[in-house]
């Protein structure tokens, strides 16, 4: 068989070219690198606000090794180099976080002992600035490229490349986050350093995030099958749970943030509100994910602390923070307003929708529709909002820190899907004739379009 022919019955199976999905997987990256650079910036520049910091006594290497005794340096002739490495490497090692991967550091100060240190924390920014370029890049290459055109690729084409692509970009990101590794070591004090974020967790997040965005931008950019209609409502529901939760997080911190920071300056605490406002690309769309769990009502955020670190504290902590723990001048009106989205949410969904009622599996697909997206959405929020940091101090003692939201998450997000099902279904259709349509009609835009395209063809 020829390579030509070869070709063509690998098109016949929905197997095209790779080519159009690893690029768009190599730019998922770069797009993620851009982001690490912005969280950078931001925290190089809340750095400066502090003021300057105190010089300290004594000469320092110009490459970075610290002075050993009498002003010399124990470190190797390379060290300086590895110094400078690691510093280029901290994009790199953002974006290792950004993955599910958990920044290590291990420092070996010879007959004192040694000392381990872990933060595990998804720089959010980051994470969907990689998502959301893998996704958006692979459904413009489907539809640039679709339905037998060339490069086209179907489910199985989409699924092998979306694969590969990821596995090959979690290879890169896994060697050259380890290469990149902040290392130091001084031989005459014995004492060495190694800091990176390279590991099992870091690789499988990395394919994971990135294949599984290439694989649905793929089907999001496909030619839909004739059975489509009786499914949309799968599709469509997870972008509902989404818009969601922005319609309330973003507004409620929005207004906290200005109301916080107005609350500082007047408190003389000005440097501290700017500071707060350069850190935004670090924990803004945390925060917002903590927002959305507490707009839930019955969601708190998860604080666990445990340690033995004599000066440093030690005692554990096990407590549930819940909307109401804030003052009641602030939680009243955030539950008024999460109701109030929660009743406006069913307008949205109920427009424009049509539900095939005679097949069986459209009924089905339209009850189970958002039930099923709110309930995995949430494990995705659980997954990506959670903080933890770890030290170890041999004879000193250990410690360590956890936030997450409540792990009951997603069973209140599956009851509240079922409400809005339900809002939607009987209480929304008699709502709807009073809003207007630039409101609620670009939700189910594509559908209109594809309704429309379906029924001119079909017109003889």
């Not at 009743?343 to 009924?363: E, F, H, M, S, T």
Request: charged content about 10%.
């Amino acid at each position: 068989m020829s390579a030509a022919q070869a070709g063509s019955a690998l098109r016949r199976i929905g197997i095209g070219n790779p080519l159009p999905t690893f690029v768009v997987g190599a730019l998922a990256y770069i797009a993620a690198l851009g982001a690490a650079l912005v969280v950078l910036a931001s925290l190089f520049l809340a750095a400066l606000t502090g003021g300057p910091n105190d010089i300290p006594s004594g000469g320092t290497d110009p490459l970075g090794a610290p002075a050993g005794p009498g002003g010399g340096s124990g470190a190797s002739p390379g060290d300086g180099w590895r110094v400078i490495v690691g510093l280029l490497g901290i994009p790199f090692q953002l974006v290792a976080l950004g993955t599910f991967g958990s920044y290590g550091m291990e420092l070996d100060l010879g007959f004192l002992g040694s000392m381990e240190a872990g933060w595990r924390g998804m720089p959010l920014l980051i994470t969907v600035a990689l998502t959301a370029t893998a996704f958006l890049g692979a459904r413009f290459v489907q539809r640039r490229w679709g339905s037998g055109r060339w490069g086209s690729n179907g489910p199985l084409g989409a699924l092998l490349w979306s694969g590969v692509s990821g596995f090959a970009l979690a290879v890169f990101a896994l060697l050259v986050t380890r290469v990149t590794a902040f290392a130091f070591v001084d031989d005459s004090a014995g004492m060495s350093m190694s800091m990176h974020a390279a590991g099992a967790d870091m690789f499988m997040g990395t394919w994971l995030l990135s294949g599984l965005a290439l694989f649905l931008g793929h089907l999001a950019g496909s030619t839909k099958p004739s059975w489509w209609p009786l499914v949309a409502d799968l599709a469509a529901a997870p972008r509902l749970a989404l818009v969601h939760a922005l319609t309330f997080a973003i507004p409620v911190g929005v207004v906290a943030a200005a109301v916080s920071a107005i609350r500082m300056v007047v408190d003389g605490e000005g440097s501290t509100a700017l500071t707060l406002f350069l850190l935004l690309p670090v924990w803004g769309p945390t925060g917002l994910g903590v927002l959305v769990g507490l707009g839930m009502l019955l969601v708190p955020v998860h604080v666990t602390t445990r340690g033995d670190l004599g000066d440093f504290g030690s005692g554990r902590v096990d407590e549930f923070l819940w909307f109401f723990d804030l003052p009641w001048y602030v939680w009243i009106p955030m539950v008024l307003f999460a109701v109030l989205v929660l009743l406006a949410i069913p307008l949205l969904w109920n427009r424009d929708r049509v539900i095939a009622k005679d097949d069986v599996l459209g009924v089905i697909a339209s009850w189970i529709a958002l039930p099923v997206a709110y309930f995995v959405c949430s494990l995705v929020l659980l997954a990506l909002v959670w903080t933890s940091v770890r030290v170890e101090m041999g004879m000193l003692g250990d410690g360590a820190f956890a936030l997450a939201l409540g792990a009951w998450m997603p069973l209140v997000a599956f009851v509240i899907g079922a409400i809005v099902e339900l809002l939607a279904r009987f209480v929304a259709p008699l709502v709807d004739r009073f809003v207007p349509g630039v409101l609620l009609g670009w939700f189910r835009r594509s559908e209109r379009l594809r309704r429309a395209e379906t029924a001119a063809s079909n017109t003889p």
